[in-house]
């Protein structure tokens, strides 16, 4: 039994150094979870279960200075598998439910509500210093707008899946969003890819202003965070029945409601009553985590299919007999690249484990055994021969008509889409419309109008019920009225997903100085520096770049429906030094004159000083970046 354990115990610490070191893992979650199970049975009071399953966070290979805890140990909760382990300590109590997430888990301590430092979860103890790289993710959490509040906040380090999609193309051999999340983190440099992180705050563990403790509730701490956390971990409440078949139906839609969106594995299920001990500002939740299964499936592959994306890069899909996955049907998964399978050597005989990424997305755990690749040679578009770059095969003829035609057909299915009406049957219909076109774009529907009209009127309505379709579709994206954020989208300029589009739609007057210049003859984009503030470097690089896609606006440009709630924005303002009212009422001041506040980055439009000659950093740093600096009565009296 004692040799059993030790191996047990050996082989837990072995996976998580793997883990915590550079983000790497030997084995799968549930494999994890499997042998902590089993040593927590044979010996519960082990070591290795208590802090950190016996990871050594002093170990010279880890980057990063190590740090105490305050407040207490940043511990792991109490996992649980099915609803009678969960107990009756929560049972017919309200509780907050929210999803376990699987990323990083990190320690925000705040001083009167300034970020001082960020540390890992380490061994519960001991945490690694992240504060940097913190920073870096989400420059937003570095000041919050409750200023007095000194304690800590805890959050999960981690990277939607979305986000993976894109990181995954830079980086073929990324396994999953959680071991990229920890060698994003426990790596030594502060990289771009960062950016490809979120930061989800779910709790208090730590304040030091108890005289109001007695409101210290769930409630009041899922409110502070709304308050002062632009990405909150989602939750919702109810009475814990768990005998009662509905509410547990209800967990699970709230499982499947955001179970895709980012990595997790469970729920956590907290009740409303917090406990605070005086001494040490600790706060401490009666909670339990709900870990979910990860259903596998063996699978036989059938065939490679390929298509040309919308970057000319022909992008594979693995294609498998059916089977069972979560309660679906899954009949292909995910092929990344060229690269992938090339080095994988997937084709028809291969076999693999797989499963569904937040239950959603079908993803490969394992090869079993390799098949047969077969890599296209041309493009199935233009005929052109293909090129490698090292991961894609790519089309190098800039004026391939696929590409064009994949615009158009993103551009229709956002602005009006068809129910019942396939892709391949569309594109048939826009190329016996335009037959005689030598190319078939947005422009070329979008202008030569007569065309569609004159087919409504010699078409019979009841004789062919999908080009009747097809008609009605076109027509709505002549006469149609799209909300701003749908307009953006169907655009497909790559790196505008729905965040994105949702930003830049709050600013009408920044949307309409891009179009102007996307539709002039010169295109100078010199003007639009400071578009690089609304929606971030990578994605602002991205519209520059296409901004032939986004004169695709003229054809729908007068009726575009703008949300009249929104305001503009003037541009980032960041403030030092003394004021003639208090802090908190020039920044309400600023806010209501359409300017945002923020700490000073390259993105800031002003600096507003008591001293512009000052040789304080942030003085320093706006003549660095070329920041305005103004005092505040010449801000006053020139820009609001």
Same mark, same amino acid.
């Given at each position: ?25 030997? @084995?799968?979650?549930?494999?994890? &979870? ?6 927590? !049975? *044979? $010996?519960?009071? %082990?070591? /290795? =279960? ?35 382990? @969960?107990?009756?300590?929560?049972? &017919? ?6 999803? !376990? *997430? $699987?990323?990083? %888990?990190? /320690? =925000? ?532």
């Amino acid at each position: 039994m004692k040799s059993m354990n030790k191996l047990l115990e050996s082989k837990i610490k072995e996976c998580a150094q793997k883990y915590y070191s550079d983000g790497s893992s030997p @084995i799968s979650d549930e494999e994890f &979870d499997t042998m902590t199970d089993k040593l927590r !049975k *044979l $010996d519960p009071n %082990s070591e /290795v =279960l208590k802090t950190g399953w016996g990871y050594d966070v002093n170990l010279d290979t880890t980057p990063g200075k190590k740090v105490p805890h305050r407040y207490g140990e940043a511990g792991s909760l109490e996992k649980c598998r099915t609803w009678k382990e @969960i107990g009756t300590d929560l049972q &017919d109590k309200e509780i907050y439910m929210s999803l !376990k *997430l $699987d990323g990083i %888990s990190a /320690v =925000l301590y705040y001083q009167n509500g300034k970020l001082i430092q960020a540390l890992t979860r380490g061994d519960g103890s001991i945490g690694i210093d992240i504060t940097d790289k913190v920073k870096a993710i989400e420059p937003d959490i570095l000041e919050l707008e409750d200023t007095k509040f000194t304690g800590a906040v805890r959050g999960e380090i981690l990277m939607s899946f979305e986000n993976f999609d894109e990181f995954k193309k830079l980086h073929p051999s990324a396994k999953n969003p959680r071991n990229s999340t920890a060698g994003l983190i426990n790596g030594n440099d502060i990289v771009d890819d960062l950016k490809y992180l979120d930061i989800l705050v779910y709790t208090i563990v730590g304040n030091e202003d108890v005289s109001n403790v007695k409101s210290l509730d769930m409630s009041y701490v899922t409110y502070w965070l709304n308050k002062n956390f632009d990405k909150v971990a989602p939750y919702t409440t109810g009475i814990l029945k768990l005998e009662n078949d509905e509410y547990i139906k209800s967990l699970s839609l709230f499982k499947n409601m955001w179970y895709g969106r980012y990595p997790a594995d469970g729920i956590v299920l907290t009740s409303k009553e917090i406990i605070v001990d005086f001494s040490s500002y600790e706060i401490r939740y009666n909670a339990k985590a709900f870990k979910f299964q990860a259903e596998q499936a063996e699978c036989n592959v059938v065939g490679v299919n390929w298509e040309l994306s919308k970057t000319r890069y022909m992008v594979p899909t693995i294609e498998i007999e059916p089977v069972q996955l979560s309660g679906t049907t899954v009949s292909f998964l995910t092929g990344y690249n060229a690269k992938y399978i090339k080095d994988n050597n997937i084709g028809i005989g291969s076999k693999f484990i797989a499963s569904k990424h937040g239950e959603i997305i079908p993803n490969v755990d394992e090869i079993l055994c390799s098949g047969n690749a077969e890599l296209p040679d041309r493009c199935p578009e233009c005929n052109t021969k293909l090129i490698w770059n090292g991961v894609h095969l790519q089309c190098p003829n800039t004026d391939c008509e696929g590409g064009y035609f994949h615009d158009l057909i993103i551009w229709s299915d956002t602005l009006a889409p068809i129910d019942g009406l396939g892709q391949k049957l569309r594109r048939d219909y826009y190329l016996n419309t335009w037959r005689d076109k030598r190319k078939i774009a947005i422009n070329t529907v979008m202008t030569d109008r007569d065309r569609i009209y004159e087919m409504r009127k010699n078409t019979s309505r009841d004789y062919n019920i999908q080009l009747n379709k097809f008609i009605d579709s076109v027509i709505t994206m002549y006469e149609g009225k799209f909300d701003a954020v749908r307009a953006l989208k169907a655009l497909n300029i790559p790196r505008f997903g729905d965040k994105t589009c949702e930003k830049l739609a709050q600013h009408p007057d920044v949307v309409e100085r891009i179009y102007n210049v996307a539709i002039s003859k010169d295109r100078d984009a010199t003007s639009l520096i400071d578009i690089y503030g609304y929606i971030g470097d990578a994605n602002a690089d991205s519209l520059i770049a296409n901004l032939d896609k986004f004169a695709n606006l003229q054809y729908i440009w007068k009726r575009i429906i703008w949300d009249g709630q929104y305001t503009s924005d003037k541009g980032r303002v960041a403030i030092t030094g003394k004021l003639s009212v208090k802090r908190s009422e020039f920044e309400k001041e600023l806010k209501a004159a359409g300017y945002t506040v923020a700490e000073i980055s390259k993105n800031t439009r002003f600096l507003i000083t008591d001293d512009p000659c000052s040789q304080s950093s942030k003085n320093i740093k706006a003549d660095e970046w070329g920041i305005t600096k103004i005092t505040e009565q010449e801000f006053r009296s020139k820009y609001m």
